[in-house]
T-cell receptor, first 117, second 112 residues
Framework: DTEVTQTPKHLVMGMTNKKSLKCEQH?????MYWYKQKAKKPPELMFV???????INESVPSRFSPECPNSSLLNLHLHALQPEDSALYLC????????????????FGEGSWLTVV | QQPVQSPQAVILREGEDAVINCSSS?????VHWYRQKHGEAPVFLMI?????EQKGHEKISASFNEKKQQSSLYLTASQLSYSGTYFC?????????????FGTGTRLTIIP
């Protein structure tokens, strides 16, 4: 099973709302990622968790707050977002990351379409 | 910086061949190739590690020249199912695939 599951698939939220995106994988992967993708653009890395610890934050605004409760789950908490934050948010996972080596396939979920009104 | 892909878009008839190029300004350890159909998640195609290797996957193959920091994806005898946007993802030498950066994308349209 090479599946990364994301919920919800679609989310509309106001600028004062608090919501969360959820991601789950059962492949035993120890690296999990959040990417943001705007229309007709490539995915942009937001956060990386390695062994449930935040290892990379690509200078993402604090209104996005990631959380990794355990090795299978990854959340993205959203608060006071702006309309320009509307995008497809992709979760991904891969086998344990090793600095200086690469070659692990990154598996993506179907994404959560977020609209901020 | 983001890897640059060329061409930006290409339209082919079914059965024709295509080449998609990916060029980086940074030293690379690996190149990953993905295809994304509209409204769907990126789907992994293949990874190439430094060593100038070439890999194949049925009618889709790729090469990686780490000295030139370039990779090319070859699609032969294209099928309708090949339509989509192709992204290369590059990992720098000093990081693993934690730091995968996607290229600008190439939109491929296959027509009957």
């Amino acid at each position: 099973d090479t599946e990364v599951t994301q919920t919800p698939k679609h989310l509309v939220m106001g600028m004062t709302n608090k919501k969360s995106l959820k991601c789950e994988q059962h492949m035993g992967h120890r690296a999990m990622y959040w990417y943001k993708q705007k229309a007709k653009k490539p995915p942009e890395l937001m956060f990386v968790y390695s062994y449930e610890k935040l290892s990379i934050n690509e200078s993402v605004p604090s209104r996005f707050s990631p959380e990794c409760p355990n090795s299978s789950l990854l959340n993205l908490h959203l608060h006071a977002l702006q309309p320009e934050d509307s995008a497809l948010y992709l979760c991904a996972s891969s086998q344990e990351p090793i600095r200086g080596l690469s070659g692990n396939t990154i598996y993506f979920g179907e994404g959560s379409w977020l609209t901020v009104v | 910086q983001q890897p640059v892909q060329s061409p930006q878009a290409v339209i082919l008839r079914e059965g024709e061949d295509a080449v998609i190029n990916c060029s980086s300004s940074k030293a690379l350890y690996s190149v990953h190739w993905y295809r994304q159909k509209h409204g769907e998640a990126p789907v992994f195609l293949m990874i190439l590690l430094k060593g100038g290797e070439q890999k194949g996957h049925e009618k889709i193959s790729a090469s990686f020249n780490e000295k030139k920091q370039q990779s090319s994806l070859y699609l032969t005898a294209s099928q309708l199912s090949y339509s989509g946007t192709y992204f290369c993802g590059t990992a720098p030498v000093n990081f693993g695939n934690e730091k995968l950066t996607f290229g600008t994308g190439t939109r491929l349209t296959i027509i009957p």
